[in-house]
Each structure stands twice: as C-alpha cells, then as structure tokens.
C-alpha cells in the first residue's frame, strides 16, 4: 500500500469566479463587450435589508379587509391644469416600441389601464397600441427624440422628460440592427437593419439652466396642462432631484441600477451608478430641504417586486413608484415554459439577458412576427392587472399592520435595517439598535 | 381666458393681428396662436417687442405667417408645424428645434442647436448659425447663407443642410442618410462623413432648396456635397478607433 499525501480540495478564486473567466474567454475571443438587457444583477442592499415594525402596544394596527387604506396618489399638481390621478401607487415604467413587440405594449397599456394607472412610452415613440389601450400615458421626452412630434405630445398625459436612467446614467442606447423593422425603422427615421444609436445628451439643452427653459417650451406647447417629469438615473439623487425641482418639475423619478434597459454594457449596467435603496433617502431629503416635499412628487423605480418594496419606498418618503422588469415578467418574461427555447439560445428560463437581439422566446423583447403571437395582449395585460393588484394588496397589508390608513401614511419610523448598510442608506436604525450610522456623529 | 385676452391685440394696417410682448405675456401669445383653428381668417400675425424671449411661438400648427419683430431667445418656432415665422432679428438656441412643416427665416444670425432633431419644414438664417447647426435633423431643409460652428448635423438623420459659406469643425459627425451641401471650406469632416460626388439629381436638388431659400446668384456647382461613408452603421469591434 502506497502512502498518498492528502489530496487538496480544488479551489476555484473567488476573484476569478466562473462568471468571470468565462466573460475574459468570451472578451478574448469576440473582441467586443458583452451587450445585454435587464438591470444590474449583482446583489446590491436592497428592500430585503429592511423590516417594518408592525403595531404593538404604542401603535395599534388597522383591521384588515375591513378598515380603510388608501393607495391612490396625484402626480404633477405642482403646475399642470391636468395633474395625473393615479389609483394606486405602482405605475409602468418607460419601455420602447422597438425594444419591445407591439402586442407587448398593448399589454402594458391594458394592464395599466385595468388597474387605474399609467404607462409610459418609451425611446422609439408613441405607438397606437399604448396610445389606444392605456388611459393615462406618459410620453417620454428623449435624447434621441426619435418619433418625437407635438400631436403625440399633446395627446399624452404628462410628459417625461428623460435625462438618464438607471442602468446607464450617462449612457445612451443602442437597438442592434436585427431588431430594426420596416415599422420601427420608419418611426426612428433611419435606413432597416442599421444599428440605432439613441443619444446620451440631448441635442438642444445641457444643464440645469436650459433645462429649465426646455421645460418651459414643453409647457408652452401643451398650454400649461400636463404634468412634466424629468428622470434621472441614480448618480446625485440629492442634486439631481434639487436641479429638476428648480427647473420646474412636477415630478422627478430616479431610478436605481437595478432598474432594467433594453441593451447596455454589461461593464456599465453593473459598475455605473447607485442602487435603488441609496437613492431614496437623498432624493426626499433634497424634497424637504427645498420644502418641495409632497408638492413635486418623487417617484422611484429600479428592483420594485412585490408590495413589501413599494411600502418600503413609500415609508421612506416617495409618492410612488414604477416597475419595468417585474412587469415583463407578469407578462410572460423568462416563463420556464419556454425552457427549451431559451436552452437553445444558451441560456436558461430565468437568466435571458439579451433582449437587444430579438430573439425573446417569450416574444416581448421582439419585432420577430411569429415570436411576437406568442403575446396575447389581452391575456398578458389580465396577468399583469393581477400583478398589480396583489403588490397593491400586499402594500396596504403592511400599511394596516402599522396602523396606517394610507400607503402615504407609512414613514421611516415604520422601518428598521437588518445590515449596516441599509441602516445607513436608508437612514433607518439597525434592527435592535437605536444607531442610524451616520447620525449624530457615529 | 384666452379669447378676452386676444382681444387686447390690436391690428395694423395691414390688418396683421399684433401681438406686443411688451403688454401681454407669453402664455397669450401661444395660447391665442393654438387658438387658432383651420380656416380662420387670423393668417397675419406680428409680434412686437421679444426682447429675447424663449418659446416665441411654440407648437403653431396652423399655416399663418408670424412675423417677430426683434431677436428671440430659445426655441422660437420650436415644434412649428405649418407656420411661417420670420424673426427680424437674431434667434437663440434651438430655433426651429423638431420642427415638422412650415417655414422659419431668421434675418440675423442663429445662436447653436438650430433645426435640432427637425422632421420637415425649412429653415433659412440670412446670417451665421453657431454649433451643432443641424444636430440629429430628421427630415428638414435648412439653408444658412453665412458660415456654421463646429460639430454642425451631428447624427444627422435625414433631410438637407445648405451653407453658403464656411464648416467648423467635426461637420457630420456619425452622420446618417442627411445630405450636406458646403459651398466654403469646411475646418474637419466628423467620424464616417466623407466628400461625396454631386450627381445630377443633388445638383437639382440643391437648386431647388436654394430656390425655396430665395438664394440668388450661387450656383450649385459651387458646392461640395458630403454625407455618410456608412461603415459605422453596424457595430465593428475594428471601428472603435473612430469614436
């Protein structure tokens, strides 16, 4: 019998993780990053790091199903005649005709509309099938201007206009040739098949200033009416949010690097920008700071899934809060049922990332004829409706439990930490303890 | 409250209804110009005393004919849509910004961003035009008769831009299917614009866009023509030296 030494266990580096050497094998082959949709998917502090309190003896709860919660929130009443009145707090956030099927937008209009609130376009323009199907819709104002035209302006509800986004703050977008249509190819403007580079930067303004003159434009066009967002990704929450308010906002949305884009670096998409439970705090405290607080209303977006985050954001002081990918998700998005497929793409139900190309076996992130029937929008808009409802009835659990007759109602207070570092982003005390770090001088 | 206040504007002899800025406020102005309806008889209008005022007649969708009487600032005639709009002086940023149809003229010069994303529409400035003259143009005419700055018809998309005199620097940058017409030197061509030849159907094109912009005694055999080398319309790893 030979004597063998103790074999080592084989270690793979935690620097070098599989992910990693295979995107340096897949760099050295291609020679081109790695482009892909969908937001930041490293784990980041997020809601999951924050509990609520619930009532107890200084603090007593609402009666579920019984007692009265209100979740209806007015956006825009800061100048607009038309404010948008919005029955719960959750609303759609801006996707591209384009970047998604026709049938996909009609869902989204369907389902937004079916629960009492708003949609969004996106950078590619307003198309009949979200025009047609969603009640309240919010026209995006684009870098690109792509499909831009004063009719559509004026036939939306309010307008956004788009300084960045949270997957990509100073970034633009790129919608890969293949996914360029007859339809979409006339919409933008430009020759079928070529790659369309959307804007980084506005073509006719450039800081705080002419964006104040911008918006007055906007507002000269559509006589006053609708309320004017501006979106920003989460880079400066703090200043950002107090530029947009002296610009003459009516409402800011700041979306965190959770939140989903439809084709961006890999490189950008996870190392650019600050997760969605770092922007909060900062944004509502340049609100209160300008005593703006609940005048022009803040909305927040990036990683929202289920009715704990929207309570979660609307305690720490926003007035509501937009969905993208939990919404293509209730629309039929990464459904295992297309396992296979999405085996064939190299990929797995779950993880398909690379909406840029057109190919979504679930056929929401295509201009593919045939892929794109596998959307019924009537169906999909039903599913995402229900969605809807239960982040809805989820939220006003929590909000009753803490005593709360309006989603409004909830506050920080409500809230403790459990990690150090979402005691400190979200200015919340760490779960046990009375130490918000960063307060008082600790 | 726009009727009662329309009222308050009064006629010359011409019977142009005037509008001075002077006395009532923007807001009137604009309301009382998307007041307007099809076939109204209100075709004349004159605007008296901007004094640099922003939006000056924003989002007209109605064909009348507007004359400002001074220099404007941002966005004059911004969104237009039929309007013929002439400013008797110099314009700020953005003039004619997305315009669709109709016709801006600016007498003086034109600050940068002029045309910026425009769909259709022609846009003359008599004078110079500053930077970015151009930039991402959809579909629109514009003719300066004096000289354009740098980074003019950035992402061109589509439509035409004419200048009768001299180019800045980095003309046409990541161009697309625009077309240029440069009758003076132009300081550097922008990545994928190159010289392109002027074939008989861009010779009549041109005269027919110098023709729209009353330009007489220039000839279009006096200019060059530029526009897209296409090699940057799909991405190529090999191309990244470009940007």
């Not at chain 1, 104040?212 to 309320?227: F, H």
């Not at chain 1, 200043?239 to 610009?247: I, M």
């Not at chain 1, 004829?369 to 939220?395: C, F, H, Q, S, W």
């Not at chain 2, 997305?98 to 940068?112: L, P, R, V």
Request: charged share 20%.
């Amino acid at each position: 019998m030979t004597y063998r030494n103790p074999p080592t266990t084989p270690r793979k580096s935690a620097t070098f993780d599989d992910y990693t050497l295979s995107e340096i094998r897949r760099a050295a082959a291609t020679g081109i990053y790695d482009i892909r949709g969908a937001g930041a998917k490293r784990k980041l502090p997020h809601f999951d790091d924050l509990l609520f309190l619930g009532a107890s003896i200084s603090r007593y709860p609402l009666e579920g199903y019984r007692e009265r919660c209100d979740t209806s929130v007015v956006l825009g009443s800061r100048h607009a005649k038309k404010p948008i009145e919005l029955k719960i707090p959750i609303t759609i956030a801006g996707m591209s005709f384009g970047s998604l099927s026709g049938p996909a937008k009609e869902a989204l209009g369907r389902g937004a509309t079916l629960s009492g609130t708003s949609t969004t376009t996106g950078d590619g323009g307003m198309t009949e099938e979200e025009r047609g199907h969603s009640k309240q819709l919010v026209y995006q104002y684009l870098p690109s201007r792509y499909g831009m035209n004063p009719r559509d302006l004026r036939r939306a509800d309010a307008i956004e206009v788009v300084v960045g986004q949270g997957a990509k703050p100073g970034g633009g977008g790129m919608l890969l040739g293949q996914k360029i249509s007859d339809r979409v190819a006339e919409m933008r403007t430009l020759p079928k098949g070529i790659d369309q580079r959307s804007a980084s930067r506005h073509p006719d303004w450039t800081g705080p200033d002419d964006l104040e003159i911008k918006i007055l434009e906007l507002r000269e066009i559509t006589d006053w009416e609708k309320p004017i967002y501006v979106k920003v990704g989460g880079a400066r929450p703090y200043y950002d949010t107090a530029l947009a308010v002296k610009a003459g906002a009516d409402v800011v949305v700041v979306d965190g690097m959770q939140g989903g884009t439809a084709a961006t670096q890999e490189v950008f998409i996870e190392n650019v920008g600050q997760p969605t439970l770092a922007c909060i705090r900062p944004a509502v405290q340049a609100l209160q700071d300008l005593g703006m607080h609940r005048k022009v209303q803040l909305i927040v977006s990036g990683g929202i899934r289920n009715g704990a985050d929207v309570a979660k954001a609307l305690a720490l002081g926003v007035d509501a809060v937009s969905i993208g990918t939990a919404a293509l998700v209730a629309l039929g998005d990464n459904d295992p049922r297309w396992e296979a497929d999405y085996n064939e793409l190299g990929t797995t139900a779950g993880a398909y990332d690379d909406w840029h190309e057109g190919r979504d076996p679930a056929g929401i992130t295509t201009q593919d004829p045939e892929l794109m029937k596998r959307v019924d929008p009537i169906a999909a808009g039903r599913r995402l409706a229900n969605y809807l409802k239960v982040m809805t009835l989820e939220a006003q659990t929590i909000a009753r439990a803490c005593g709360k007759n309006s989603l409004h109602n909830l506050e920080p207070e409500d809230l403790v930490a459990l990690t150090i570092e979402a005691a400190a982003m979200a200015g919340v005390p760490l779960a046990g303890t009375n130490w918000i770090p960063g307060k008082n001088g600790f | 409250m726009p009727a009662t206040n329309v009222s308050k504007a009064t006629r010359d002899q011409s019977h142009a209804r005037v509008f001075d800025l002077a006395e009532l406020s923007l807001r009137e102005l604009n309301q009382a110009l998307h007041q307007l309806t099809p076939g109204s008889n209100e075709t004349a209008w004159e605007v008296l005393n901007p004094k640099g005022s922003h939006s000056v007649a924003v989002g007209v969708d109605q064909p009348v004919a507007i004359d400002v009487r001074g220099s404007v600032g941002y966005y004059c005639g911004g969104m237009n849509a039929g309007g013929a709009i002439t400013v008797h002086g110099s314009a700020g940023p953005g003039v004619g910004e997305n315009m669709m149809s109709g016709s801006i003229t600016i007498k003086g010069d034109a600050s940068q961003y002029a045309g910026a994303t425009g769909r259709g529409g022609l846009l003359v400035i008599e004078g110079n035009a500053s930077s970015r003259c151009g930039i991402s143009m959809k579909g629109i005419d514009i003719v300066v008769h004096g000289n354009i700055g740098h980074m003019s018809a950035f992402m061109a998309q589509s439509g035409n831009l004419v200048v009768l005199g001299d180019a800045g620097d980095a003309l046409g940058d990541s161009i697309y299917e625009a077309r240029l017409f440069v009758r003076g030197k132009v300081e550097s061509l922008g990545a994928d614009c190159i010289a392109k030849e002027m074939r008989p159907e861009h010779v009549e094109l041109l005269q027919g866009l110098l023709d729209r912009a009353g330009v007489t005694g220039v000839k279009p055999s006096e200019f060059k023509r530029y526009g897209s080398a296409r090699t940057l319309y799909n991405f190529n790893i090999d191309n990244a030296d470009a940007y």
